[in-house]
């Protein structure tokens, strides 16, 4: 169970003065059950490339598998993938438009020609994993604020039962609580439901904190491609692509550069804690009170 | 001087059903009192929902006050006879950058504020040029906004308002669309506007980071200025920041943590090379 992208290019306007490649030479799978970040500054060709993998937009060469199939091949059932493939973009919120909170999130499974049982089972389930409270079930969706819109959002697209789930800068405008939140929330759809997440973020934090693999896009090529660990190791690279690496990365640099003997592969607030505990341990400094407290 | 001050500063709006009765009334700012001073860096946060934006959209009377009084350069904001005076004194830079947009040519772009004031000709382009300077975009001006990244449609919406002469910016949430790079260039430019043009600036933003840097933060909560000083006097209560929904930057939180753990650094630690000295004196 893949999705694969195997020597895909896109190009706009081929042949012509206005020709311009946007993707080129992509070659990456994403295995069932992945969390996956995808990362690149403006113009890198983020989103062309995730509009490939649930076939908004089709590579001028190369193709895009689903499970081993062809998804532009002849006779490819498309309504299938794209309800397999799901998609929320860039301020979903915005795509609402039904009357009522419950009717928006019917909305993708009704047209997947369920029976109407189906449909409103799928809605029911879909709002206990967002956590879309039931008492918001009869509201207008534009009564609701940012972060609880998004999650409606979201919601409308899980109801249609997908096995991977793109996200195009989900937080983006949110809170930082709101901003957890959504994380969170993903994180848990990964870990209980087993979906497949591909977050496309600005944010480097967010990315080390709830990634397994990176990807990172320069000019429409991949040019970084593992963990967060070793793709931020990368800080210099990073830096020409107009991308950083998360605070906590950099404060453990700066403390090796000073002689302590910390992890400077720490990305995250509680790896940095700790490495930065170990290595004041070993040199003596209050090691005792330290030691106690993280234990 | 104060340039914007505010005297418990209410705004109420109201819902309404289908029969026009009054079914909610909602109190979006709550007896706020502000006092910023000419050429402060104010930076404003608070969760979504929290009034930032309504308070925002006094400060160049977008919104009226329905209790209390705003001052805008000392002009009371009810006072219609000076709405075009404060509108000069205070301009806006919302969120999207493509909404700002009116010409098809960054220079007239930049001078459509000016031009609208009745600004004659000649002194239009001195200052339309003096702002793309500000905002280091002037080899762009005879060309279209349409190929400029976000970052670059956001520091010319700046030298838009610029161009009007302002005394004070205020920026609602500008870098909230851009990428990392875009965010720390319109930043960068915004301080650079204030240090160099003493503009006023009051920047609402959710990005931790931006405020670090401020000389004053004010944390809003239900309409109330719940937290608010320093940013090192702000950004060392990090429980109580957690609990309003907002983040501390991540060498703050990491600073703060360690202390927890026993480790004896300062509070409210702001940039790494103030945690690294504070661990190098550990020895």
């Not at chain 1, 419950?102 to 994993?129: H, Q, T, Y």
């Not at chain 2, 706020?32 to 160049?60: C, P, Q």
């Not at chain 2, 000709?121 to 793309?132: D, F, G, M, N, P």
């Not at chain 2, 910016?169 to 990428?179: N, Q, R």
Request: overall charge negative; charged content about 25%; proline content about 4%.
């Amino acid at each position: 169970m893949s999705l694969e992208l195997k020597n895909v290019n896109f190009t706009y306007n081929p042949g012509t003065p206005m020709q311009q490649d946007v993707l080129k030479d992509i070659n990456v799978t994403i295995e069932k059950g992945e969390f996956l970040a995808i990362m690149g500054h403006t113009g890198s060709g983020k989103s062309t490339l995730i509009q490939h993998m649930n076939a908004l937009v089709s590579p001028t060469s190369g193709q895009v598998l689903f499970d081993g199939q062809d998804i532009f091949a002849q006779g490819f059932d498309k309504r299938m993938l794209r309800s397999k493939v799901g998609m929320v973009f860039q301020y979903p919120e915005h795509q609402l438009f039904e009357e009522t909170v419950f009717e928006d999130i019917c909305f993708g499974p009704r047209n997947l020609k369920l029976s109407e049982e189906e449909v409103k089972a799928r809605a029911e389930e879909a709002m206990k994993l967002t956590g879309v409270p039931d008492d918001f079930r009869e509201r207008s969706p534009f009564e609701l604020s940012g972060g609880q819109k998004r999650r409606v959002a979201i919601a409308g697209v899980l109801a249609m039962k997908p096995e991977y789930l793109i996200l195009d800068e989900p937080t983006a405008g949110l809170d930082p609580g709101g901003r957890d939140e959504i994380l969170d929330l993903l994180k848990e759809l990964h870990e209980k439901s087993g979906i497949s997440i591909i977050l496309v973020s600005h944010s480097m934090e967010d990315i080390a904190n709830y990634a397994q693999r990176i990807l990172v896009l320069n000019a429409g090529r991949i040019v970084l491609s593992g963990t967060p660990r070793e793709v931020f190791r990368h800080a210099d690279e990073l830096a020409g692509y107009g991308l950083s690496v998360p605070q906590a990365a950099l404060i453990m640099h700066a403390l090796k550069e000073k002689g302590f003997d910390v992890d400077t592969d720490a990305n995250t607030v509680a790896e940095a804690k700790a490495s930065i505990l170990a290595a004041l341990a070993k040199r003596g400094v209050t090691a005792g009170k330290a030691g106690e407290a993280d234990a | 001087m104060s340039i914007i001050r505010t005297d418990k500063l209410v705004f109420e709006y109201t819902r309404k059903d289908e029969e026009n009765n009054v079914t909610e009334t909602v109190r979006a700012i709550d007896g706020v009192d502000l006092d910023i001073e000419k050429g402060d860096f104010i930076a404003i946060l608070g969760r979504n929902g929290s009034g930032k934006s309504t308070l925002a959209k006094h400060i160049n009377a977008l919104l009226y006050p329905t209790g209390g009084t705003i001052w805008v350069g000392g002009m009371d904001t009810k006072d219609d006879a000076k709405l075009w005076d404060i509108r000069q004194t205070a301009g806006m830079i919302f969120q999207n950058p493509d909404n700002q947009m009116v010409a098809s040519v960054i220079e007239e772009d930049v001078g459509f504020g000016p031009e609208n004031m009745g600004v004659p000709t000649e002194e239009i382009w001195k200052r339309v040029a003096h702002s793309l300077e500000a905002v280091g975009m002037t080899a762009y001006a005879k060309k279209s906004p349409n190929h400029l990244s976000g970052g670059q449609k956001q520091r010319i919406g700046i030298a838009g308002v610029l161009a009007m002469r302002p005394q004070c910016i205020v920026m609602d949430e500008p870098t909230a669309m851009l990428d990392p790079i875009g965010r720390r260039e319109v930043i960068k430019t915004v301080h650079e506007l204030n240090k160099t043009e003493h503009i006023t600036v009051i920047l609402i933003t959710h990005y931790m980071e931006e405020a670090v840097d401020a000389d004053h933060v004010f944390v809003m909560e239900h309409g109330q200025v719940k937290l608010q000083g320093t940013p090192r006097e702000v950004f060392s209560r990090v429980d109580e920041l957690k609990a309003l929904n907002m983040s501390v930057p991540q060498v703050t939180e990491l600073a703060y943590e360690l202390k927890k753990s026993g480790v004896d650094i300062p509070d409210g630690i702001l940039k790494i090379e103030e945690l690294t000295e504070a661990l190098c004196h550990l020895n």
